[in-house]
């Protein structure tokens, strides 16, 4: 059972959304379901033995350990709001309790770990691809299911954005492109992983954002070399690793415009993201020790970007660096950052030790590896969205602990599992749902009294913790738009004392027309205290 929680927990996060119920169907409902999950993976680690196995693990076991405590200490000492830092901003959800799940998943994968579960890992990421691309083919064709929101291309899967869909698009295809590697001798599998390819492609040209391409060649990249280096065609090695070097270079160039042709990948988001990594870098330089606080950026960004980003969108609001590397240092300072890359260090030293000494193409290994890389290359250029990073923390365990259980010393010595029953999977449920239930409940009830119009339930649905600005603020404007002024005045009012750093809540309430002419004062004046270069505010 506790193996089947190493690939089940990511597919079934990756799944799970709740577009019926919940105001934010993507990112609310995937942390619930991601917190009750990783209870139970808790659960099943106390069960397990892996602290009998310290000796080969007591590296990742303190590097995930020290992840997860300054998590809590950064956020703590940090000026940012508790409740975001705790459950994560409204939009992201990737506060505390995220990470601290992600290193679950981790540790639970690299307990379980070895080639059935490399099988297994790429064999869901398959599976999840087929459904999510499937979803992807009914939007293209105008026959969604649902009435999204939504103002990018129609074609985003399950992630509500067409870049992460585009994303785990390129992920997954890598993980088909693995294992057709692997059958090409059969040709039900044939079918099976390389019809995927066409169709994981088609979803990537109709999102219309270029993110999936880059991965999908990332990962490909990668098993396409460690297939060539088995074969007998391995002595194109050399020359595959100079293709891919010029490559490289020659996207990385292109995107930035310093080639001789007009540039093919550059995007008017290129320049946007560039002014969202300067911002979130200076909160690295100017915290270096313990950071903003876990997503907090968006608190942030306006007091942190420079001119040039202030002049080219003076009222953008950004809750993400769109770079995981920095949102990490940003928000943990350079302690969280530096034990992050010695964690992935840790994973690419792993899959190089399983490299050199096994000559041989592996096709779920390099599956996995190829995956990982795909990851990597994604959270270079975009955010750490829950559906997409638990596959990145899965995968590192999964890579780390792959290479500690085929060394032949760690064969040796077999620890013997605790029996882990259903006692322990309820436990691990209730505890789940007594920590993400309220979150989940409020956002269903925001969903449900903005619908109804009622005045006296939206202001008691956005009172009732844990509280978000943004769904305050939202209703507020709500609120004020209909002709309740005092009411969205109250709310406002409330949004400022539980979220003074917040731009949009001062901004609401500077915008009531019932607001007093000496708090629109302090309110315009914390505007510029909060945004001091929008030139719209002089």
Not at 23 to 45: G, K, Q, W
Not at 99 to 114: H, K, P
Not at 225 to 245: A, D, E, P, T
Not at 251 to 260: G, T
């Amino acid at each position: 059972m506790t193996y089947k929680l190493s690939f089940l927990t990511p597919l079934v996060v990756t799944l799970f959304t709740t577009p019926l119920t919940s105001y934010d169907p993507m990112n609310m409902s995937r942390l619930t379901i991601l917190i009750i999950f990783s209870s139970v993976n808790i659960f099943a680690l106390l069960r397990s033995d892996i602290f009998k196995k310290i000796k080969y693990y007591k590296v990742i076991i303190l590097l995930s350990f020290g992840f997860m405590a300054w998590s809590l200490i950064s956020s703590t000492l940090s000026k940012a709001n508790l409740t975001d830092a705790f459950y994560g901003a409204t939009g992201r959800q990737t506060g505390i309790l995220a990470y601290i799940s992600f290193v679950i998943i981790l540790l639970m994968n690299l307990n379980n770990s070895g080639r059935k579960l490399n099988s297994s890992l790429l064999l869901s990421l398959i599976y999840v691809g087929y459904i999510n691309s499937s979803y992807g083919l009914l939007q293209a064709f105008n026959m969604d299911l649902f009435d999204w929101i939504n103002p990018y291309s129609p074609v985003f899967g399950l992630f509500g954005n067409p870049n992460f869909h585009s994303s785990f698009t390129g992920i997954t295809a890598t993980a088909a492109f693995s294992m057709l590697l692997k059958e090409l001798n059969k040709i039900k599998f044939i079918v099976i992983y390389g019809s995927y390819i066409p169709l994981a492609l088609f979803n990537i040209y109709k999102s219309q954002s270029q993110q999936g391409l880059l991965v999908l060649l990332a990962g490909t990249s990668v098993v396409l070399f460690l297939w060539l280096r088995s074969s007998k065609l391995q002595m194109l090695n050399h020359f595959y690793i100079v293709i891919w070097l010029t490559g490289v270079a020659a996207v990385i160039l292109d995107i930035l415009q310093k080639v001789p042709w007009k540039s093919i990948l550059y995007k008017e988001s290129v320049s946007y993201r560039g002014d969202y990594w300067r911002a979130g870098w200076q909160m690295t330089l100017d915290n270096p020790i313990k950071g903003v606080g876990l997503d907090a950026y968006r608190d942030n960004f306006r007091s942190y970007r420079d001119q040039v980003a202030a002049n080219r969108n003076p009222n953008t609001m950004v809750d993400s660096a769109h770079n995981v590397f920095i949102d990490i240092s940003s928000a943990g300072g350079l302690t969280l950052f530096l034990i992050y890359l010695a964690i992935l260090f840790s994973a690419l030293i792993s899959a190089l030790k399983v490299i050199k000494r096994d000559h041989a193409f592996n096709p779920a290994f390099a599956g996995i590896f190829g995956c990982w890389v795909a990851y990597l290359a994604q959270s270079v250029i975009s955010i750490n969205q829950i559906a997409l990073a638990v596959w990145g923390w899965a995968l590192t365990g999964a890579i780390i602990g792959y290479e500690i259980s085929t060394r032949r010393e760690s064969q040796q010595t077999v620890v013997r599992q605790k029996e882990f029953g259903w006692l322990n999977i309820s436990s691990g449920v209730i505890l789940g749902l007594v920590i993400a239930l309220p979150l989940f409940i409020v956002d269903a009830q925001f969903r449900s009294t903005i619908k109804s119009g009622d005045v006296v339930r939206i202001q008691q649905s956005v009172e009732k913790w844990p509280q978000s600005v943004i769904r305050m603020t939202l209703a507020a404007k709500i609120l004020r738009e209909g002709g309740f002024a005092e009411q969205a005045l109250e709310i406002s009012s409330k949004a400022i004392v539980l979220f003074p750093n917040n731009f949009e809540a001062w901004q609401e309430l500077y915008s009531n027309p019932n607001t007093r002419e000496e708090i629109r004062l302090k309110a315009k004046g914390m505007m510029k205290k909060l945004d001091p270069l929008n030139p719209n505010l002089d």
